[in-house]
């Protein structure tokens, strides 16, 4: 195909590197002096006659690009890119094209592209030509492949994502557990509602003696995995204090102790708790945290604002002991600001006063927590909220 002399053979590593092009055409004299060209333009060049032979020396061994004939006699130009894109294999199917058309025009073009040609050149071809457009079509099927790769690269991590979240999920799911617990004297109705699989919002209970019970909620940063880690922590971190301390505040002290000590600062952490006994005692601590909601019997809505600062901010907490007591009928209300991740319809944010507004406004029983929804839905006129919610609502039961 090229004459030799005078020329250094390339090294084994230049050949390897090599760009494989098929020149199919059935013009000796034509195959000769392209072939020549493209070799000498640094290409791998194998040459076939016709479209038959062209065919099996793929289907044996894919180039990385073919310069095909339009016109041949067989199986021609059109014919042989029809059946190579209807291919089962990848690397035949994807194969580039260049077809050699001895015509001139818009159908001649239009017959190439429609036969699945990437690209068409009219005789007679000009070697600068031919070169650019298959070094055009080369960097695009690199950068097809490189796609490819990172499409299949994506789609296994995308996998392991989903099968990560649902792990956590899962584990989530063991901390909050599926059903409040039953306290005497009390009745108990918990919300959970995470914007993805894992929410960074959790909510938990311990019993902590015959006539005490300890109920705390906290709200993590971000979603996903990694607030599915802090929402663990929060849930060991709140059974491991119960067991140094019986009241609200002692209990979210130690809690905000732990953290600290274990993240030193880098990272934090809202909460609160509260401490009721079966007569209808009530302790309350929060630390960065939308206020306890005490909503009367009669309609009144009170609220106990969070003394503490964000837990882990600081290595110790002063919290102020503060109690009270509900009467049968009265109910209390720990939630994650979530509850007001809302928006007006005039486009403006909720605050922790259209949840007291939702409070009040339900009557007696109805007052649960999916009626505190959907009315917090009706005011912003959205189904949906833009953050986790986690809540939990504790009525003193009883008669009125």
Not at 18 to 32: G, P
């Amino acid at each position: 195909m090229h004459d030799p002399r005078g020329a250094a053979p390339p090294s084994p590593a230049a050949a390897e590197c090599r760009r494989k092009v098929l020149l199919a055409e059935d013009d000796e004299n034509s195959r000769r002096l392209l072939g020549a060209s493209l070799h000498a333009a640094g290409f791998e060049v194998w040459t076939a006659a016709d479209g038959l032979e062209a065919f099996h020396m793929i289907e044996s061994s894919p180039p990385d690009l073919l310069v095909l004939d339009f016109e041949m006699p067989g199986l021609n130009g059109a014919e042989l890119c029809r059946r190579l894109r209807a291919s089962e294999r990848e690397s035949i199917r994807q194969l580039p094209v260049i077809m050699l058309t001895g015509h001139a025009g818009e159908a001649e073009e239009v017959a190439c592209l429609a036969a699945g040609a990437n690209d068409h050149v009219t005789k007679p071809v000009g070697r600068e030509a031919l070169i650019a457009r298959i070094e055009t079509q080369l960097r695009l099927g690199a950068l097809t492949d490189a796609m490819r790769a990172q499409n299949t690269e994506l789609a296994r991590w995308r996998a392991e994502h989903e099968a990560d979240l649902e792990a956590a999920r899962t584990a989530q799911q063991a901390i909050i557990g599926a059903a409040p617990p039953a306290v005497p004297g009390w009745q108990i109705d918990v919300l959970y509602l995470p914007v993805i699989q894992v929410g960074g919002d959790v909510y938990g209970w311990r019993r902590l003696s015959e006539r005490l019970w300890l109920f705390w909620v906290a709200d993590a940063t971000g979603h996903g995995v990694a607030a599915a880690l802090f929402t663990m922590l929060a849930a060991w971190l709140f059974n491991h204090a119960a067991l140094i301390s019986g009241t609200a505040a002692g209990i979210l002290a130690a809690v905000n102790a732990e953290f600290r000590s274990v993240f030193r600062g880098r990272s934090f952490m809202t909460a609160c708790c509260v401490v009721i006994d079966r007569d209808g005692g009530l302790s309350f601590a929060g630390a960065g945290h939308p206020p306890l909601l005490i909503r009367r019997n009669a309609g009144a809505v009170e609220p106990l604002r969070s003394h503490g600062t964000i837990l882990g901010l600081a290595a110790t907490m002063e919290l102020p002991a503060m109690e009270t007591r509900l009467d049968p009928g009265d109910l209390a209300l720990l939630y994650t600001d979530g509850l007001f991740g809302l928006r007006t319809r005039e486009g403006g944010r909720f605050g922790h006063q259209a949840v007291i507004d939702a409070l009040a406004q339900i009557q007696g029983e109805n007052c649960t927590l999916a009626n505190v929804v959907d009315a917090l839905r009706a005011q912003a006129g959205a189904a949906e909220f833009e953050d986790d919610v986690a809540a939990i609502m504790l009525r003193r039961a009883g008669d009125r």
